[in-house]
């Protein structure tokens, strides 16, 4: 008995040594060409998965696939374009296969006192960063519901947590996706199919760096309030990623995961 008990324990161990794989898992990741979009890529491969990654420029995709390898295609898709989305999942779902993580990462941002943001701009920010994350979540979702499996990931902002000047309709539409995390795990959740955020800090990449420039103070404001000292890396949000996206976090939804070298804590 105590043998046979031992055996099942080194099994489970064995089993549960390889609940952060993605292999055999095929990953849709928006804004894959660039950023922190192309390490969650980096990584799923690593860690398994074939990935698609989408964008709107094709000569980026092209050079990211380069890198990437075999494991990863490039769709070339603007994912403010709504009327293109359920197509874009179908297409994939015919040619490549079921589409077992959505990774909604494409966004935009920009810097501007409130009252200079116009009702255009505040619009197309609020319509890539929310409208689109809705519309592409809802064509996969769908097809995951009827798989009865999925993960899905919205890749948010600390600034959907704390009052940061200058991005108030980046600031808007990153709650927006907070909110649609919780309603959409706990309706999703039945079907076994999960929906987590990840909220990243400031992390090294063009859209910071962007930030950054507009403002050459900001960069020591923002070390001076993040308590590890130092700026995030793309393939922390990559390995997070993964993370939420795997059988290790099979019991998570509806979670909202910081990954900000303790900005969240540190205010
Ligand atoms: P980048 O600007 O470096 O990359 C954004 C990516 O999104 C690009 O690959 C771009 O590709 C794609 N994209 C933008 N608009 C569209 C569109 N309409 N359709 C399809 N793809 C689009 O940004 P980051 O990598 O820094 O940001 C990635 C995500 O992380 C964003 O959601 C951002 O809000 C979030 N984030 C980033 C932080 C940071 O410090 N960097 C902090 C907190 C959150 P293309 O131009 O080819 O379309």
């Not at 099942?8 to 549960?16: I, K, M």
């Not at 050079?63 to 769709?75: D, M, N, P, T």
């Amino acid at each position: 008995m105590i043998a046979e008990q031992q055996l099942n324990g080194a099994e489970v161990a064995h089993q549960e040594k390889n609940v952060f794989s993605l292999a055999g898992k095929l990953a849709l990741i928006t804004g894959g060409g660039s950023g922190i979009g192309f390490d969650i890529a980096q990584c799923m491969i690593a860690a398994g998965a074939n990935v698609i990654i989408t964008g709107r420029r094709e000569h980026a995709l092209a050079e990211s696939i380069a890198v990437l390898g075999k494991s990863a295609q490039y769709v070339v898709n603007d994912v403010t374009e709504l009327n293109t989305l359920e197509g874009l999942v179908e297409q994939i779902e015919t040619n490549i296969g079921p589409i077992d993580i959505l990774v909604n990462n494409a966004g935009i941002n920009m810097k501007r006192p409130a009252l200079e943001v116009s009702d255009d701009d505040f619009q197309r920010i609020v319509h890539t960063n929310l409208n689109a994350v809705f519309s592409l979540t809802r064509a996969c979702a769908k097809r995951m519901i009827a798989r009865q499996s999925g993960s899905i990931l919205m890749i948010s902002s600390m600034a959907a947590y704390y009052g940061i000047d200058r991005v108030v309709a980046y600031a808007a539409s990153k709650s927006g996706v907070e909110g649609m995390v919780k309603v959409l795990a706990s309706e999703f959740s039945k079907f076994n199919v999960r929906v987590n955020a990840i909220a990243p800090g400031f992390i090294e990449t063009a859209m910071m760096q962007t930030a950054m420039n507009s403002d050459p103070d900001r960069m020591n404001k923002a070390l001076s309030r993040t308590p590890m000292g130092k700026f995030g890396k793309p393939d922390d949000i990559g390995w997070a990623a993964v993370f939420l996206a795997s059988e290790a976090a099979r019991y998570i939804t509806g979670a909202s995961l910081p990954v900000d070298g303790g900005n969240s804590v540190g205010f």
